[in-house]
């Protein structure tokens, strides 16, 4: 009588094993397709794929565990509160990968529901990678460069001075110069200039560059 309860509910008494490991396998190619192809093409943080494989496992399994059976509701809502907490803190983290982490957490809960068509699930999980192959595409990007912090010692009366300084004292005309601050205290003026990045070079995507720190007087 309770599992006719449950099943009137839409709530599985039990996992068939071999759904469970349909649904398994589907997301570890899902993941392996978005980790080691697509988010790959460029240059990432390197514990980014730990982290969004990380993401996708224990979500896939805690959405199976939930779905095994009757599963308090308050339970549910404290594992969902829990992932709203996940942040990328960290400053080599770019929106990039904040949009693959995203992606990751919808592919497991695609994966993770039980007594769901397999062609469909299968289906929505290639329509979410094949959007991510089309937008993301690397050629759509403009080159590595890096990002050198400079302090001159001195103010400057036109903005269009500071770029011509700056290639005077490295012997490179710069991508461009943004001023980040005018001291008229000590007389200085902090900028950061972009360079294009030399062949062997740790590179990094332009929206989490790496920065040099230079003192020019």
């Keep these: ?78 594992l969902f509160g829990i992932l709203s907490l996940v942040r990328l803190r960290s400053a080599a983290f770019t929106l990039r990968d904040v949009a693959y982490t995203f992606v990751t957490l919808v592919i497991a809960l695609c994966t993770g529901l039980p007594h769901r068509q397999m062609w469909l699930v299968a289906v929505l999980d290639a329509v979410v990678l094949l959007a991510v192959l089309l937008v993301d595409d690397p050629k759509s990007y403009e080159p590595p460069t890096r990002t050198v912090k400079l302090t001159l010692d001195r103010i400057y009366p036109e903005p269009a001075l500071i770029a011509h300084d700056v290639a005077l004292r490295f012997g490179q005309a710069p991508l461009c110069v943004v001023v980040d601050e005018v001291d008229y205290v000590r007389e200085t003026t902090r900028v950061s200039a972009r360079y294009p990045a030399q062949p062997g070079e740790p590179t990094a995507a332009p929206d989490a560059e790496p920065r040099e720190q230079v003192t020019v007087s």
Excluded: C, E, Q
């Excluded at 039990?14 to 240059?43: C, E, K, Q």
């Excluded at 982290?51 to 059976?69: D, E, P, R, W």
């Design 1 to 78: 009588m309770h599992a006719l309860v449950l099943a009137a509910k839409g709530i599985a008494g039990h996992i068939a094993p071999m759904d469970l490991m349909t649904r398994g396998g589907v997301d570890v190619i899902a993941l392996l397709v978005m980790v080691g192809w697509l988010y790959r093409r460029r240059p990432s943080a390197p514990a980014m794929p730990l982290v969004l494989a990380a993401l996708n496992i224990g979500l896939f399994a805690a959405m199976s565990t939930i779905s095994a059976g009757k599963f308090p509701a308050g339970v549910g809502f404290g």
